[in-house]
């Protein structure tokens, strides 16, 4: 299970908190009512993910990745639906031992700046670092899959 929870970001002090950042392109093999299957190439590894679709009222939903090579992963990417999406992802470790990955979006949702946090439970605090803004989790124009066939530019 994947349990995160989703912000806009205000400011971009993330950037000297980062201790990482990776180039990431993305693209969906399949999108529908019950799940989305998804190719990821995260730096030089690559990753296929089937993910439920969202529940109202919950910050969990069902996850299965698989990492594969990142040149399978440029295969798979070749198949996929139009509206791949490119982002530059900051991971800054908070407080409380966990970590908020702060996408930077390129391309057709240039501009959006989200910032993620997963957590253990859906009951688990945290302490949100000085850059988090508004929470969007439950807002599904902020997801990946509706950005990649609703981008932000056309917002």
């Known amino acids: 299970m ?10 971009d002090s993330y950037k000297t908190l980062a201790t990482e950042q990776v180039p990431i392109c993305q693209g969906y093999l399949s999108l529908n009512e ?3 299957v998804r190719v990821r190439r995260w730096g030089n590894k690559g990753f296929l993910t089937v993910k439920q679709k969202a ?9 299965w990745e698989k990492e594969i090579s990142a040149d399978d992963a440029d295969q798979l990417l070749a198949l996929c639906l139009p509206g791949k999406i490119e982002k530059t992802r900051y991971l800054v ?3 409380d031992g966990l970590i908020c990955e702060v996408d930077v979006f390129d391309g057709l949702n240039n501009g959006l700046v989200l910032a993620e946090i997963e957590l253990r439970s859906e009951e688990q605090t945290f302490t949100p ?21 609703h981008p932000f530019c056309t917002w």
């Open 129 to 149: 670092p000085p850059f988090i803004g508004q929470e969007v989790t439950s807002d599904k124009r902020y997801f990946n899959s509706y950005l990649s066939q």
């Open 93 to 95: 470790p908070m407080t």
């Open 34 to 36: 019950r799940c989305s």
């Open 55 to 63: 529940v109202i009222g919950s910050f969990a939903r069902f996850e």
């Open 2 to 11: 994947e349990i995160e929870r989703k912000f806009l970001v205000k400011d």
